[in-house]
């Protein structure tokens, strides 16, 4: 992380972010980094995130950081949505968190409004709070993770919810977080230059184990070397945790022990399956969510995960030797992520075909003490994304007008150590 910027004597500034949060816990954490980044590295900052997550309470946020949180949406297997806990029609509902985010973007006159993912917003719920903040001369920025899906897919997808005139007009910069030699997001999308010319790559975001809180109970099976297992928030990560539980049902000599962290929004139904046949296991441990999953991560000797942007980032930032078994639906972005990353050395990917052949599994987790670390390949900038947005964002919020990072440029080459 670079050096805190002194702003003392700069006037207050804000900064607004929007969450796109319609399934699991991606999009919340990354903001939630991004957020606390920026009110570390600026003490004249002041960031509010906008959130739909059902369990944004359950995370600490640092001063000068807070949340306004819309009512729940949440996204089906089947890519339709539905309200999370109102009893009220979809489409009032997106009324009515629209109305949320416009108002609050007029009472908190932010500096910048980020944007992530979603230029839009869910259904255009964030249209009218850009063309307000547009006109009073917020700047505009869409963050978009390394990897949005296949072109075949977004494309189709952006033209029907209209969003290249947003990108021409409304927005100011977009900011990758990632780097093109790895993914590029837009690559083979019908974008015109004048869309291009606004991207900037920043690195990935480096993530950090936050200063411990009270001391964790120290069960049997992480005082020895454990591989974490995670599917992210859990929502379509059962056939990752049954593929693990499989394989320590069938080799009682794998070599390290597992923690499992299902995730919130698994089926309570399937927890307590999982939850029963654990109990049976002496090496294996499974809960349900906790909230600083960095400490967990740092922890353990190796990490199986499914591969989404905020678990990638924990495995490089905290140099752990990983297997990941992406999912393909409804978007092919962990499988266009895990490919990349397996080609260039950084981890191991493993395709799940529907078997769940535990004699797979159970040669990954042998194999896992033998594979590279991340650190043992070079590629330079890999982790500098939150310097980068920090350098970013200073013109806008200092008021100095001065010429903002230079975008990092495409390059093949990659260097191993």
Not at 127 to 153: F, N, S
Not at 226 to 255: I, K, Q
Not at 319 to 341: C, W
Request: overall charge neutral.
């Amino acid at each position: 992380m670079s050096n805190k910027t002194a702003t003392t004597g700069a006037p207050p500034a804000r900064v607004l972010i929007y969450s796109h949060d319609t399934m699991g816990l991606g999009h919340l954490r990354r903001c939630r980094t991004i957020a606390h980044s920026l009110v570390e590295h600026f003490d004249n900052v002041s960031v509010l995130i906008l959130s739909g997550s059902p369990i944004i309470g359950s995370f600490d946020f640092r001063a000068r950081v807070d949340f306004v949180r819309v009512p729940g949406v949440v996204k089906l297997r089947n890519g339709e949505y539905t309200t999370l806990n109102l009893n009220i029609d979809f489409e009032k509902t997106i009324a009515m968190r629209a109305s949320i985010i416009r108002h609050t973007a007029e009472i908190f006159e932010p500096d910048v409004f980020i944007v992530d993912k979603e230029p839009l917003g869910l259904r255009g719920e964030v249209t009218d709070a850009l063309e307000q903040l547009k006109k009073r001369g917020t700047r505009l920025v869409l963050g978009l993770r390394d990897v949005m899906d296949a072109p075949t897919l977004l494309a189709p997808e952006w033209q029907r919810k209209n969003v290249l005139p947003a990108l021409r007009t409304l927005y100011d910069e977009i900011w990758v977080y990632g780097l093109p030699q790895m993914c590029e997001p837009l690559a083979g999308m019908p974008v015109p230059k004048s869309v291009t010319d606004k991207m900037s790559y920043t690195g990935y975001l480096r993530r950090s184990v936050p200063i411990p809180g009270p001391a964790r109970t120290e069960t049997a099976v992480r005082r020895q070397p454990y591989v974490l297992v995670t599917p992210g928030g859990g929502g379509d990560g059962e056939d990752l945790v049954e593929w693990v539980l499989r394989a320590y049902e069938s080799d009682v000599w794998l070599p390290y022990g597992a923690l499992i962290v299902m995730g919130p929004f698994m089926q309570p139904e399937r927890q307590e399956e999982f939850k029963a046949r654990v109990a049976r296991l002496k090496r294996v441990e499974a809960i349900t969510f906790d909230a600083n999953m960095e400490a967990l991560v740092a922890n353990a000797a190796g990490v199986v995960a499914m591969g989404g942007y905020n678990t990638f980032c924990e495995i490089l930032s905290l140099d752990k030797r990983a297997i990941v078994v992406p999912r393909t639906e409804p978007r092919l972005e962990q499988y266009i992520r895990a490919a990349r990353a397996q080609e260039v050395g950084l981890l191991r990917m493993i395709e799940n075909t529907g078997t769940l052949d535990p004699k797979t599994m159970i040669e990954a987790l042998r194999e896992m003490p033998r594979q590279r670390l991340p650190s043992e390949v070079v590629i330079p900038g890999l982790l500098e994304g939150l310097e980068s947005v920090n350098r970013l964002v200073q013109p806008w919020i200092t008021h100095e007008r001065v010429e903002a990072a230079e975008p990092i440029a495409a390059s093949d080459s990659l260097r191993r150590a």
